[in-house]
């Protein structure tokens, strides 16, 4: 399935249906979506789910995957002291439908993917280039972008919300993205507030991985050619490795599992932060450790292993 251009003549689109099949016994053929709008502004929803033997590819625009409210009938009485709401449409932010994405492969070759509320899992390997961006999970007490089909009027709405009710936050469920991130091309991934990943991630040419606001990662983290990856304020289960000057930063209490090793003259920074792990460095590579120590393996000493490396212990 193909979206060229405006199908609508509205900038923002919305199905609500499911791709693909339910029922994993059946020999199901193959099916691909590829979204590429005419116009960089706008804004495809996929509110439904998908269970794809295909990929899913975005080409500009922004692709929205969401869980979607739960329909309420029509409010057509004018008596909102009684009802406690106003006519209307029935919206209510903590009833929301959960839904499921999967796919062999998620292709973001420009604009922007997110990955918004309500998504239970969302399965498949990505690939992120071309400057584009994709954005997982929602925080709690920021902004968020959601958005939502309004079973009335049709239209599709996206806006920007501050998720601050904890009867909404707490009815939002924890999406686990189970796949690996692959980035290239000055790419951008951000993986933040209510998510699990659950797969290591690689960057190559100046592209940027961020991990943070208490979001967590079970798998290692790969950078070369000046690619630039952060933890922050999140928990990382896994390795990273270094090469070619790009650059690693674990900050503002965030905790890594793992061992960190830098060649190529690579840098990485521990910043008021927690590493259980060793340190390797070759060629030139630098380790900077500010205000926090890191703990070698079943040990209360710290520890790094320099090979024409430069490690320095800042206040730790």
């Not at 509205?10 to 709008?37: H, Q, S």
């Not at 492969?105 to 400057?131: H, L, M, P």
């Not at 290239?184 to 960057?203: H, I």
């Not at 209360?300 to 490690?311: A, M, P, T, Y």
Request: with cysteine.
């Amino acid at each position: 399935m193909t979206t060229p251009g405006d199908l609508t003549n509205k900038r923002d689109i919305a199905f609500n249906g499911w791709f693909g099949d339910k029922d994993n016994t059946k020999n199901t053929g193959r099916l691909n979506v590829n979204y590429n709008p005419l116009n960089k502004d706008n804004h495809f929803l996929l509110s439904g789910g998908t269970n794809l033997k295909g990929n899913i590819t975005q080409e500009g625009g922004t692709l929205v995957f969401s869980g979607r409210p739960t329909p309420h009938a029509y409010n057509h009485l004018n008596r909102p002291n009684e009802l406690g709401r106003p006519k209307g449409e029935v919206v209510i932010d903590d009833d929301w439908i959960n839904r499921t994405f999967k796919a062999e492969n998620f292709q973001i070759k420009g604009g922007s993917a997110v990955v918004s509320r309500n998504v239970s899992s969302i399965e498949g390997n990505w690939t992120v280039s071309n400057n584009a961006n994709a954005t997982f999970g929602v925080v709690p007490n920021q902004k968020n972008t959601i958005c939502t089909r309004s079973d009335w009027t049709g239209l599709t709405t996206c806006k920007t919300v501050d998720l601050t009710d904890t009867k909404v936050i707490d009815s939002i469920p924890t999406t686990q993205i189970n796949g690996s991130i692959n980035l290239t091309e000055s790419a951008t991934a951000n993986v933040k507030g209510l998510v699990n990943l659950n797969g290591n991630v690689t960057l190559i040419n100046h592209s940027q991985f961020t991990l943070s606001n208490n979001a967590t990662q079970i798998g290692n983290i790969q950078l070369s050619n000046h690619a630039n990856a952060t933890v922050n304020n999140a928990t990382l289960n896994g390795n990273v490795n270094l090469m070619n000057q790009s650059h690693f930063t674990l900050s503002n209490q965030a905790t890594q599992i793992g061992t960190i090793s830098l060649h190529q003259q690579a840098q990485a920074t521990v910043d008021n932060a927690n590493l259980n792990g060793n340190v390797n460095l070759t060629d030139s590579a630098q380790f900077s450790l500010k205000k926090q120590p890191f703990f070698a393996p079943n040990s209360g000493r710290q520890r790094h292993n320099s090979d024409v490396g430069k490690c320095d212990l800042d206040n730790a």
